[in-house]
């Protein structure tokens, strides 16, 4: 079954509230609700019904938000973290390790909040099926809940169950193994591998994440035992990096006597979007959220030079300044440390003695 999307907000969606790359949410929609957030509150009557990447208003007018459609990427800078997740370095490895394509059978314990779950069903679907595992009832009922939310649960099943004592749904394993791929994350991974052994097809792949040597230590002993082949551990790393204009003044140009106008720094678009010899990137967007309606007013709250009496206006300025140089900036870092390790299932009757 394919998953479900619509061209537009309809009430009872849940919809991402983007603001810029570091405040996203998410809400679901009613009539006569409202999301507030610090650039206002939005009324939800003027979401339903319009197209997503809509620009939605707030009520005093002052700021805004661009209503999305939820997608993988979206679903996991935006989620409520209910646990600790995964974010896209590590689910990109963890995709291409289990060789997911549409039409897979994938298992997943540890459920958590849903952030990896949300791309393994982008994966597969819309052949395919996730069957993902969560031993805490309440964490396990909201992910169901926000899977359905986001149209996605055609392509998956919640089981509410602890596979370290009670393994994966029996159906997964009866008249044989069903499952292509399976991945674990939980506290003792070794105690599972039995459970996933049973429900994985011959070749099929599984990969686990810990976060500690010792655990894949024991996960790679127990994957020996059980006969797996090509056992490999990485650890995924991501670095972040942003550009920065410096901007210099134009050879020339005339500033207010006695004023350095140079400035130094990423630009806010509300100065910049009256020089078209500027190029500003969109990451230096005004204050994300809020109208740019007084660019002089915004300079002042950005610690930029006032505008005194008889001084020039700041966009009178603006011609004179240019692209003097680049630099480059390290981002934080979203992630933690963890480990992956991966193994493939081999044919029947061609299973490796434990080293």
């Not at 958590?112 to 395919?128: D, F, M, N, Q, R």
């Not at 230096?284 to 300079?299: I, M, N, Q, R, T």
Request: charged letters at 20%; proline letters at 7%.
């Amino acid at each position: 079954m394919a998953l479900s999307f619509h061209d537009a907000a309809a009430e009872g969606d849940l919809v991402i509230l983007f603001s810029n790359l570091d405040s996203m949410s998410t809400a679901t929609l009613k009539a006569g609700g409202a999301t507030n957030t610090k650039f206002g509150s939005f009324r939800h009557g003027d979401m339903i019904g319009a197209p997503f990447g809509s620009k939605i208003s707030s009520r005093d007018a002052r700021g805004w938000i661009i209503m999305l459609r939820p997608s993988p990427d979206l679903i996991t800078e935006s989620l409520v973290h209910r646990t600790q997740i995964l974010y896209h370095a590590d689910i990109a490895m963890i995709i291409g390790l289990l060789d997911l394509m549409p039409g897979r059978i994938v298992l997943e314990s540890g459920t958590g909040s849903g952030s990896l779950t949300s791309h393994l069903i982008h994966a597969v679907a819309p052949t395919g099926h996730v069957h993902t595992c969560e031993f805490h009832e309440k964490r396990w009922q909201q992910a169901k809940e926000e899977f359905e939310g986001y149209g996605l649960s055609s392509c998956v099943t919640c089981h509410w169950r602890d596979v370290c004592s009670d393994g994966f749904p029996p159906a997964l394993s009866e008249e044989g193994p069903k499952a292509d791929a399976c991945f674990l994350d939980l506290p003792s991974p070794w105690e599972a591998l039995g459970a996933a052994d049973k429900c994985l097809k011959a070749g099929g792949k599984i990969v686990n994440f810990s976060p500690c040597i010792e655990q894949v230590a024991r996960v790679c002993t127990n994957l020996e035992t059980l006969g797996y082949q090509d056992i490999r551990t990485l650890e995924c790393l991501t670095k972040g990096w942003g550009v920065r204009y410096d901007l210099a003044k134009r050879p020339g140009g005339v500033a207010a006597e006695g004023k350095d106008r140079t400035r130094v720094g990423r630009q806010p678009v509300g100065e910049m979007e009256a020089s078209p010899s500027v190029s500003v990137p969109p990451s230096s967007a005004a204050c994300p959220g809020e109208s740019v309606e007084d660019p002089g007013a915004l300079k002042r709250k950005r610690g930029g030079v006032a505008e005194e009496a008889g001084e020039p206006k700041a966009e009178s300025l603006l011609p004179e300044l240019i692209p003097d140089s680049l630099h480059s900036y390290q981002l934080p870092m979203k992630g933690h440390t963890g480990y992956l390790t991966v193994a493939s299932k081999p044919p029947h009757g061609d299973r490796t003695m434990p080293l």
